[in-house]
């Protein structure tokens, strides 16, 4: 158990609607990074926050959006969801970003 | 950017010894990690190698060469339990140092 933990944990949706992703950070940590990850395959850099700003962004459209609120915890926006976007999402925290990162469980969506 | 090559699946019997290797290309590097992850499970940190040589921890061992950037996970004494994904990944030069993983070696242990 990481002290890491994501809600839901699976969802369906369909293609064009709108999700968001939650998930409480361990304590302590003040860093929160998301991760795409397709069906076998590593996960994906989506973007970190840091002290309620995003200080880092992979290469993913601006559909996807975030926010950390002053706890900690996070949420993960998709907007206008396409087929494609079906995986599982990770939210990871750690202290300072640099550090080992503790993952949750993750929510796995699918988008019909 | 930054790319990692590893095995796509790996397979050896309880008791064994299991070397994964990890090779990388990155623009700029602050370290080779690993992490487990087993089905429908969170990734877990393993290990991490900042420098080159050999990091040991219990049955875990890994090692890292930055100037052949490759990196190997040893795992010993194999038990079922190990069997998982395992993944390498680097850490970027960004402002968030994000970890760039990747795309895993699924090992099965044998009894």
């Known amino acids: 158990e990481t002290g890491v933990t994501q809600s839901p944990t699976h969802l369906i949706k369909t293609r064009g609607q709108q999700v968001t992703l939650r998930c409480s950070s361990q304590?302590?940590?003040?860093?929160v990074s998301w991760y795409q990850q397709a069906l076998g395959q590593g996960p994906q850099f989506i973007f970190q926050?840091?002290?309620?700003?995003?200080?880092g962004r992979g290469n993913f459209p601006p559909r996807f959006s975030g926010l950390q609120f002053p706890n900690y915890s996070s949420e993960l926006n998709v907007n206008a969801l396409e087929l494609d976007d079906s995986a599982l999402y990770l939210c990871?925290?750690?202290?300072?970003?640099?550090?080992?990162?503790?993952f949750g469980e993750g929510s796995r969506l699918t988008v019909l | 950017g930054q790319s990692l090559e590893q095995p796509s699946e790996v397979t050896a019997v309880e008791g064994a010894i299991v070397q994964i290797n990890c090779t990388y290309q990155?623009?700029?590097?602050?370290?080779l990690s690993w992490y487990q992850q087993h089905d429908g499970g969170a990734p877990t940190f393993l290990s991490y190698?900042?420098?080159?040589g050999l990091e040991e921890t219990g049955r875990f061992s890994s090692f890292l060469s930055r100037s052949d950037s490759y990196g190997y996970l040893l795992l010993q004494e194999l038990q079922m339990k190990d069997s998982a994904s395992y993944f390498c990944?680097?850490?970027?030069?960004?402002?968030?140092?994000?970890?760039?993983f990747g795309s895993g070696t699924q090992l099965t242990v044998l009894p």
């Open positions: 990871a925290s750690s202290f300072g970003g640099a550090g080992e990162l503790f």
């Open positions: 304590s302590g940590h003040n860093t």
């Open positions: 926050y840091y002290r309620e700003e995003e200080n």
């Open positions: 990155t623009s700029g590097f602050y370290g």
């Open positions: 190698n900042g420098l080159d």
């Open positions: 990944a680097v850490r970027s030069t960004g402002s968030a140092r994000q970890l760039t």
